[in-house]
């Protein structure tokens, strides 16, 4: 596996879980709190976070699937951009179990001469 496949997926992860985490605090301020102008902030954090979230499900998806996986967990690393902060502990957690892969992979694959 290589290491450009995990670094995209923890972007996204990244990405992910702070824009779910503004898109929370936005969508308290606006329904609970009643402030004004939270409106078109949630609108526009909630559509960003719905096309990235795309993104972080193909990413995702594919570092699964070169991880080998089984599909419970894969279920649960995808739905982690779901849940407000889990997607920062799942990105430790799968970083965590590639890193080893990598550095594997990377001493399986010959030099260039």
């Known amino acids: ?3 450009s496949v995990l670094t995209r997926y923890r972007v996204m992860a990244y990405i992910t879980a702070v824009l779910l985490v503004l898109l929370t605090v936005g969508v308290i301020g606006k329904r609970l709190l009643d402030l004004d102008g939270f409106d078109s902030f949630v609108t526009v954090v909630g559509i960003a976070h719905g ?3 795309v ?4 990413f995702a998806f594919d570092l699964g699937s070169k991880m080998k996986m089984p ?3 894969q279920l649960w690393v995808l ?3 779901t849940i407000p902060t889990a997607a920062f ?3 430790r ?3 965590r ?3 080893p892969l990598i550095a594997q992979d990377a001493d399986t694959t010959p030099a260039a001469a």
């Open 1 to 3: 596996m290589k290491k």
């Open 51 to 53: 096309w990235l979230y």
């Open 55 to 58: 993104l972080y499900l193909i």
């Open 71 to 73: 599909v419970g967990r």
């Open 79 to 81: 739905l982690a951009g």
């Open 89 to 91: 502990f799942v990105e």
């Open 93 to 95: 957690r799968v970083t």
């Open 97 to 99: 179990e590639a890193e």
